[in-house]
């Protein structure tokens, strides 16, 4: 069993996208739409531009789920963003990605992070 394919069983790397190839979605002004699954105060203190906030204790039961094009989800360090990915799964929503490492790699690699 190759490493991609264990990695298939537990949700896949398929299911999960680089900074770098978020930076490169985010460019190309491919349709996207972006959900912080943080709490509010790490919101406030710096989020990816053009997200939508939709912390992870509130995702099962929230109404308005973003629909433009890939739905990308995103947390500190890419823990709760995969919790997001399965929540989202079984509400039929198939095609979520969450950001292998989470802000924090967004932030290394160079991604814009606003602030309030």
């Known amino acids: 069993?190759?490493?991609?394919?264990?990695?298939?069983?537990?949700?896949?790397?398929?299911?999960?996208?680089?900074?770098e190839e978020l930076k490169t979605m985010m460019e190309s002004k491919e349709a996207i739409s972006i959900i912080d699954v943080r709490n509010p105060s790490e919101f406030k203190s710096g989020h990816i531009h053009g997200c939508v906030l939709i912390?992870?204790?509130?995702?099962e039961g929230a109404e308005n789920i973003p629909s433009k094009g890939r739905l990308v989800l995103y947390c500190a360090a890419g823990v709760r963003s995969m919790k997001a990915r399965d929540i989202l799964?079984?509400?039929?929503?198939?095609?979520?990605?969450?950001?292998?490492?989470?802000?924090?790699?967004?932030?290394?690699?160079?991604?814009?992070?606003?602030?309030?």
């Open 55 to 59: 912390p992870l204790s509130e995702l």
């Open 1 to 19: 069993m190759t490493i991609s394919s264990i990695l298939n069983l537990f949700g896949g790397s398929d299911n999960r996208i680089t900074a």
């Open 89 to 116: 799964k079984g509400r039929g929503i198939k095609d979520a990605v969450d950001l292998k490492g989470g802000i924090d790699a967004w932030i290394k690699a160079g991604g814009r992070v606003v602030k309030p």
